[in-house]
């Protein structure tokens, strides 16, 4: 039997969310269907922020309720907060996605917070969402490169790694290339390094802004991370990570696997349908590279 690799597309929270142009509430539906028609069963499809900072994101309530409404789609909201907590957990999320960043300079200019007041806060919400019955997945930005501090430590990032295993030790955890430069060797080493202390409990969120995001995806799996973050169409980027572009585009990473023999549980036709409607969207940056090859679009 053929190894599996679990796909939880992005592309309707971290994708949109730093278009300028409203997406109107109908589109971002539109992509959320569109995907779990391909076969998408984990989607990250908003979060809970203040619509001051991130306008785009203010739907998200409604943008949740049409999404549960699918059958077999486990569907993430981001809370950065307890106010986050509380809206998502009144909303009916199946899973919440917690998120602080593994470098000073990020947090305070993602979340304008330090490091422990963010984490301090989030053990918090841990605690309290384990005794509500729900989900967790707990993401650690800028695990690899910082956009204001360069190359993270190894030691550094993997020291707030083991705070965050020690808050819950059945928790996901995703590890974060949010400006996409990482290399695969940093990749690999550091996910084996996590899964020889803490398990194979671990995701993978990668960017693509200097063109290595399958790659990574491909060190990932060689260190034996099975859940992986993408988008639809290669939109993304984070509005608080300067020079960070979209995401690794969730065609590309199939279409790896495909390759690899690896199995998906996702329709190629449909996927690349779904990735055409989140491309198309008004005022997005769309990356990824097989969307326009003919013979990759003929393929069955």
């Known amino acids: 039997m053929n190894e599996r690799a679990i796909i939880s597309d992005v592309a309707p929270r971290d994708g949109l969310q730093s278009i300028g142009p409203f997406v109107p509430t109908e589109t971002k539906i539109a992509i959320v269907r569109a995907l779990h028609a391909a076969g998408i069963r984990r989607m990250e499809i908003g979060s809970f922020v203040s619509p001051r900072a991130v306008p785009q994101m203010a739907d998200t309530g409604e943008v949740l309720k049409a ?73 650690l930005s800028t695990v690899f490169h910082c956009p204001f501090e360069g190359v993270v430590p190894e030691d550094e990032a993997l020291g707030w790694v083991e705070r965050i295993v020690a808050l819950d030790p059945g928790m996901e955890i995703a590890l974060a290339d949010t400006t996409g430069n990482a290399s695969p060797d940093q990749v690999r080493r550091m996910f084996e390094r996590a899964h020889h202390l803490w398990g194979e409990r671990f995701a993978f969120h990668g960017h693509d802004t200097y063109g290595m995001g399958v790659a990574n995806v491909s060190a990932a799996w060689e260190a034996g991370v099975r859940i992986f973050d993408s988008a639809a169409g290669g939109l993304g980027g984070c509005p608080f990570a300067p020079g960070a572009t979209g995401n690794v585009a969730t065609e590309d990473v199939v279409w790896l696997f495909r390759r690899m023999g690896v199995e998906t549980g996702i329709d190629w036709n449909r996927l690349l349908e779904a990735a055409d409607i989140a491309a198309a969207v008004p005022g997005g940056t769309p990356g990824g590279r097989l969307r326009g090859v003919p013979a990759v679009r003929r393929a069955a």
């Open 67 to 139: 999404a549960l409404e699918l059958p077999g789609l486990e569907s993430t909201v981001l809370v950065p907060n307890r106010k986050g907590f509380e809206l998502a957990a009144k909303s009916g999320a199946q899973r919440l996605g917690l998120f602080m960043s593994a470098t000073e300079s990020h947090n305070r200019s993602n979340l304008n917070r330090t490091r422990e007041e963010s984490f301090a806060d989030l053990a918090a919400i841990v605690r309290d969402s384990k005794a509500a019955g729900l989900l967790v997945r707990f993401n």
